[in-house]
């Protein structure tokens, strides 16, 4: 099972709805009392005997995400993979991606977005997104290349300014010499004047390479923002496809975003586009691609497939929604194991 201390470890590779200053989870959220052991329920049964279990024995929370996640991922084709959802227990306006299909949702946010499901639905969607869209695997990789493109530029331009001040060291070195041979009181001084002179180039040099890194760092820094609100754009839109295509209400996405906008910094661009900015972006998207015949598509994904089958932790911290293959090994290994025999004629 996930604990959730392993998973706040793995926070660097986070993409949240928000910026990330909000993240200041600590881990007293085990409390495994009240945890619902649940039975693995396979995917021969009927639809309603899964939900109406589902809903027996679900916490209300947990019921509500498996049911949206759940269709999400069947309209959209999404459900060759196991998704993971954990409710972080603290006042957060906040969701975030993580780690591999794994969303996390902050207790606040469901609060404020009790009742609408569609708003539920579409931040669940957009954190979907992130997974598919490879937001998560990519960031952290191109970040350090660009950090590493920066670093071997400093060296090769200090490699440089450093050759340059030793041949003139050299040269310096030579004109002590000269002065010392001829020993005369102009050639000493000469020397002292010239040597000092070499010093402070070379002084001025690597405080230039500092100048250089420095700025250079602030561009990485611009660009790295840059790069994470067109990346917000996209789980944005992609989110608003995929909620809209499980049947949500489009109007969700909009409610949910006005949730956000409450928060602070919420009208300016960080390493997450201003939410006015993000509205606007949305109302075009619906524009471009209503809601009803998205739902239309979706809806006939749905009908080919069947329900996905659910697992709740054992600390009752997070919910995995199976993939179509169900969510039992062993279901699977006595599965194979039975058809092996049979063609033995065991
Ligand atoms: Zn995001």
């Known amino acids: 099972m996930l604990k959730i201390k392993t998973i706040l470890t793995t926070l660097a590779a986070i993409i949240l709805l928000l910026p990330i200053n909000q993240l200041s989870v600590r881990a007293n959220l085990t409390s495994s009392e009240n945890s619902t052991p649940t039975k693995q329920i396979t995917n021969t049964e009927q639809p309603k005997n899964i939900y109406q279990q589902a809903k027996a024995e679900l916490p209300e929370d947990f019921y509500a995400l498996y049911r949206i996640m759940e ?4 309209a959209n084709k999404l459900d060759e993979k196991p998704w993971r959802i954990i409710i972080v227990p603290k006042y957060n306006i906040n969701a975030f991606a993580t780690n591999v299909n794994l969303i996390a949702t902050y207790d606040g946010i469901l609060d404020q977005l009790a009742g609408d499901a569609s708003a539920i639905a ?3 969607g957009h954190e979907m997104a992130h997974h598919t869209e490879r937001h998560i695997a990519l960031t952290p990789v191109e970040k350090a290349a660009l950090i590493k493109k920066i670093e071997q530029e400093a060296k090769q331009k200090a490699l440089i300014k450093r050759q340059n001040a030793q041949a003139q060291a050299t040269v310096m070195s030579i004109g002590g010499s000269v002065a010392r ?3 005369g009181r102009t050639g000493r001084v000469g020397g002292v004047v010239l040597g000092n002179a070499s010093r402070q180039r070379s002084k001025a040099a690597q405080e230039k390479i500092d100048e250089i890194v420095a700025q ?3 561009e990485l820094e611009q660009t790295l923002a840059e790069d994470s609100r067109q990346r917000e754009f ?3 839109e992609v989110g608003y496809l ?3 295509k499980a049947g949500f209400e489009a109007e969700g996405c909009l409610r949910a975003m006005k949730v956000l906008g409450q928060t602070p910094s919420a ?3 960080t390493t997450h586009p201003a939410v006015p900015k993000r509205i606007e972006a949305l109302k075009d998207l619906m524009v471009k691609f209503p809601a009803t015949s998205l739902a239309e598509e979706g809806k006939a994904l749905i009908s080919e497939t069947k329900p996905l089958t659910y697992d709740l932790s054992k600390d009752g911290v997070s919910l995995r929604v199976n993939s179509s293959r169900g969510g039992s090994s062993v279901d699977d ?4 194991f039975d058809r092996y025999s049979n063609s033995q004629g065991d």
């Open 267 to 269: 009208e300016f661009d």
């Open 71 to 74: 269709r999400i991922a069947r």
């Open 122 to 124: 579409c931040i669940v």
């Open 216 to 218: 250079k760092k602030e």
């Open 181 to 183: 041979i001829f020993g």
């Open 333 to 336: 290994v006595e599965r194979l």
């Open 242 to 244: 995929y909620s809209a």
């Open 234 to 236: 996209e789980a944005d």
